[in-house]
């Protein structure tokens, strides 16, 4: 019934009926809380070489952070337009404003290319665990980089987060990207220095072609985003510096006070990765859910059928066509789905014309402009209060409701503007 559903592009919503109490689901997985604080003790460590690779960063003393922000004028607009009431106060994690490359993809991207420059500089001998990583700046480090390749396939803005970082570091960086990747990341990866491989395809055949010619180079690292768990630890880190913010802005997280995450998805590593440190940070008393276009709903398809990576959006039909350009993905990441069964709430689509519109209505009601996929979360406030599947996470004026912004300040103002007129003649229809 729900396949048959989102074969005719129907907006869907899924309860996920497998997911387990924490402490049951946590038993059988093979990351843990270990990892996460592993991965955020690796990113401390850049730190120093980020204030000075970045001067961005150094206000935030090299620590690639995003804002938390109550969007209250954007909860009236959005319980007005859906004719409900919003319970509980609206947050936005606004990680569209991320240095360095303006998306989520600031997390796992830069980390996994991080924790490989890592490697090699320690296996070299030329580092020490302990050293002051801002050496990582010399020449004579950019040389020995420059030895190593890193090779990508993205929608877009990995391969931006990738190409940044690789180039920064001096490696050799080769990104594919697929047919959705926007003109104006590949000539601003170009303009970097970085190889574009660019494919009539989409996102599965763009990571398929870098994969097999990363495969012949024992000097390549290939950045797996459908498979690698560096990605996801990467993400993961987020949910420690959540909690902090949190606890700055007074907010509680507890039995009482549940905390709602709305998190757009593509192959699944970057929301995925957010939703396992949170619960690793918050247990039971935090809900995740994914958020999908309804052209690419690939992960609630994995998950609802139970067949997560055997199955594509295009074996039933879909056309994995949509504006949310970083969304496109017609198969969800292989381990994502599994390794997340136990601990998601459940997922829901939209349609791309309602993101469109959100996406006006955020510029209008807070002076925030994302891209469209960023806009995608941001419905599931309204759902948990509307859909008999997802009710049961609304209607507590408790609840903390996280909306995750993971693109958009990067995007060219003209075609901001484009978006923007789009969501506003849409509103007025
Ligand atoms: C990549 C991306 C996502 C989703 O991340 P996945 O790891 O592909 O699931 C969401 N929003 C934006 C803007 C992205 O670029």
């Known amino acids: 019934m729900l396949v048959d559903k989102m074969k005719r592009l129907e907006e869907v919503c899924w309860r996920n009926t497998r997911q387990l109490p924490f402490d049951e689901g946590i038993r059988n997985c093979v990351l843990s809380m270990d990892d996460v604080l592993d991965a955020s003790a690796r990113l401390e460590r850049f730190a120093p070489y980020f204030c000075l ?21 954007m909860k009236s607009a959005l319980s007005r337009d859906g004719e409900t009431e919003i319970c509980g106060r609206l947050l936005i994690k606004l990680d569209s404003h991320l ?28 580092l020490k665990i302990t050293d002051d990583y801002g050496i990582l700046m010399s020449e004579k480090f950019r040389k020995l980089f420059s030895e190593y390749s890193i090779a990508v396939g993205s929608t877009g803005n990995l391969g931006l987060s990738i190409g940044m970082m690789s180039a920064k570091l001096g490696f050799k960086v080769t990104v594919h990207m697929s047919s959705d990747a926007k003109q104006w990341k590949k000539d601003m990866l170009r303009s970097k220095g970085v190889t574009v491989v660019e494919y009539e395809s989409d996102y599965s055949e763009a990571v398929k072609q ?3 010619m990363a495969e012949n180079d024992p000097k390549c690292h290939f950045v ?58 918050y247990g039971d008393d935090v809900n995740c859910f994914f958020a999908e276009p309804t052209h690419s709903p690939c992960m609630i398809l994995g998950m609802s059928t139970g067949k997560h990576s055997d199955i594509s959006v295009q074996d039933i039909g879909i ?4 504006a949310a350009d970083g969304l496109a993905v017609g198969r969800a990441s292989g381990f994502v789905g599994k390794a997340m069964e136990p601990f998601m709430s459940g997922c829901y689509t939209l349609s791309d014309e309602r993101m469109y519109k959100m996406l006006s209505m955020l510029a209008d009601s807070e002076g925030i402009y994302l891209e469209p996929s960023a806009l995608a979360g941001m419905y599931g406030p309204v759902l948990v209060e509307k859909d008999a599947e997802l009710k049961c ?37």
């Not at 056309?319 to 949509?322: A, L, P, Q, R, V």
């Not at 909306?403 to 789009?422: D, H």
């Open 53 to 73: 690779a970045f001067p961005e960063t150094s206000d935030n003393c090299g620590i690639i952070e995003s804002p938390l922000r109550e969007i209250a004028s």
């Open 99 to 126: 240095p360095i490359s303006g998306s989520i993809k600031a997390r796992g991207g830069i980390y996994e290319v991080l924790k490989t420059a890592e490697d090699i500089a320690l296996q070299s001998g030329m």
């Open 224 to 281: 797996d985003d459908e498979n690698s768990k560096t990605l996801f630890m990467g993400y993961s880190v987020a949910a420690l510096r959540v909690k902090k913010q949190l606890l700055e802005m007074g907010i509680k997280v507890d039995k009482e006070h549940p905390l709602n995450v709305y998190l757009p998805c593509g192959v699944g590593g970057g929301p995925g990765g957010v939703a396992f440190g949170l619960k690793q940070v």
């Open 319 to 322: 056309d994995n066509k949509t």
């Open 210 to 212: 870098g994969r097999k």
């Open 393 to 429: 996470f609304g209607g507590n004026s408790n609840t903390t409701h996280i909306v995750w912004a993971t693109g958009g300040s990067m995007v060219p103002k003209e075609e901001m503007e484009k978006y923007y007129s789009i969501g506003k003649n849409l509103a007025i229809k």
